[in-house]
T-cell receptor, first 116, second 113 residues
Framework: GAGVSQTPSNKVTEKGKYVELRCDPISGHTALYWYRQSLGQGPEFLIY????????DSGLPNDRFFAVRPEGSVSTLKIQRTERGDSAVYLC??????????????FGPGTRLTVL | AQSVTQLGSHVSVSEGALVLLRCNYSSSVPPYLFWYVQYPNQGLQLLLK??????LVKGINGFEAEFKKSETSFHLTKPSAHMSDAAEYFCAVRKFGNEKLTFGTGTRLTIIP
């Protein structure tokens, strides 16, 4: 079956602009996660959704970052007034459920965001 | 807060040689532990995971890892490296009752023909 997909694969924008990054999880997966991977670093947690609600948004760096999942499937990560430091690969993952040892997160290929 | 330390940002081994990638975690309670592999321009793929069922965990592509509580380690090994193993490898932890993964900084594995 299809895996997690993310669009666009690459996004170049100018400082101060607004961007939206989209994630399509695996069908039937109730949990969805966003991570950010800066150059030379491991992925860092941003936010995760259980259904439509954000269950944990403790990783969002500031109020310029916002994410939604209105129907419990597709999610959009929104970044306002982008800064050069926002340049990174934004990864999305989904899992069938949450909790317990069997919860496996499946990752998409990422969106590479470059802020000029 | 939990953290993960991967010793060696770059590791090179000859084809056919043993692969050893190191991972240490800091946690008062053993968490769930994971190894992921990332090939160029691809998403992270789960290699294996420790969930307290067994200390020696076997994963895909011939990789395995051993959980050692006394050393707070979860090193990844493969007896014989293959050219296709060249990639970046990430160790990650997840605390009980918490869904977010905390990743190490990664180890880039190069295979020498």
């Amino acid at each position: 079956g299809a895996g997690v997909s993310q669009t666009p694969s690459n996004k170049v924008t100018e400082k101060g602009k607004y961007v939206e990054l989209r994630c399509d999880p695996i069908s039937g997966h109730t949990a969805l996660y966003w991570y950010r991977q800066s150059l030379g670093q491991g992925p860092e947690f941003l936010i995760y959704f259980q259904g439509t609600g954000a269950a944990d948004d403790s990783g969002l760096p500031n109020d310029r970052f916002f994410a939604v999942r209105p129907e419990g499937s597709v999610s959009t990560l929104k970044i306002q007034r982008t800064e050069r430091g926002d340049s990174a690969v934004y990864l999305c993952a989904s899992s069938l459920s949450v909790g317990g040892a069997l919860n496996e997160q499946f990752f998409g290929p990422g969106t590479r965001l470059t802020v000029l | 807060a939990q953290s993960v330390t991967q010793l060696g940002s770059h590791v090179s081994v000859s084809e056919g040689a043993l692969v050893l990638l190191r991972c240490n975690y800091s946690s008062s309670v053993p968490p769930y532990l994971f190894w992921y592999v990332q090939y160029p321009n691809q998403g992270l793929q789960l290699l294996l995971k420790y969930t307290s069922a067994a200390t020696l965990v076997k994963g895909i592509n011939g990789f395995e890892a051993e959980f050692k509580k006394s050393e707070t380690s979860f090193h990844l090994t493969k007896p014989s490296a293959h050219m296709s193993d060249a990639a970046e490898y990430f160790c990650a932890v997840r605390k009980f009752g918490n869904e977010k993964l905390t990743f190490g900084t990664g180890t880039r594995l190069t295979i020498i023909p």
